[in-house]
């Protein structure tokens, strides 16, 4: 029997908790030739609060699980009947995912993306700079460049407001 990929939808913040439990109902009733890998599709984020790196791992949708199955009358009622699961996206006669989909996202997710960093800083906050020949001074956030982990910040150099190009972790919140 053919596989195919069908999207599941699930209770948000569950998607791994369904997921085992899919894999042992599976295990249990011997279905393991007609479903086949679940995938969670994440990726990595790398988030700076105050100057220590923190990765965690983000989901792409939410809410959704992949499933490579070959769908019948006993896996449908397999899955949709996981506690946790609200039903298939397409509704009771669902539609397989493009071939050509499930790669970009498998692949995405092996390869991994370049990690995005997320801060907590935010354009217009006070900061002081805390590391570089600007230590200890005082200024706000002019602009955020994410791509590159970098900041504009404007500081008071001898009475004018001056940028300063400075990394995350030079930085912390003024108080």
Do not use: C
């Not at 899919?22 to 279905?31: A, G, N, Q, T, Y």
């Not at 995912?97 to 006070?126: A, C, H, T, W, Y």
């Not at 602009?143 to 001056?162: A, K, Y």
């Amino acid at each position: 029997m053919d596989k195919h990929w069908y999207v599941v939808h699930t209770y948000s913040g569950f998607e791994e908790k369904v997921k085992i439990s899919i894999e042992e109902k599976v295990r249990l009733k011997s279905l393991e030739d007609r479903i086949g890998r679940i995938l969670i599709p994440t990726e990595k984020i790398i988030e700076l609060r105050g100057k220590k790196k923190r990765e965690t791992d983000r989901k792409f949708y939410p809410g959704y699980i992949l499933v490579e199955m070959a769908l019948d009358d006993d896996t449908w009622h397999l899955i949709k009947n996981t506690m946790r699961v609200t039903g298939f996206v397409g509704g009771a006669k669902p539609v397989p995912l493009p071939e050509e989909e499930v790669d970009i996202i498998v692949q995405q997710m092996e390869r991994g993306p370049m990690p995005q960093v997320r801060s907590q800083f935010d354009k217009g906050e006070n900061v002081r700079i805390t590391d570089g020949p600007f230590s200890n001074f005082v200024g706000f956030i002019d602009e955020v460049d994410m791509d590159h982990g970098r900041l504009r910040v404007m500081v008071s150099i001898f009475g004018r407001q001056t940028p300063v190009e400075l990394s995350f972790s030079q930085i912390e919140k003024a108080q």
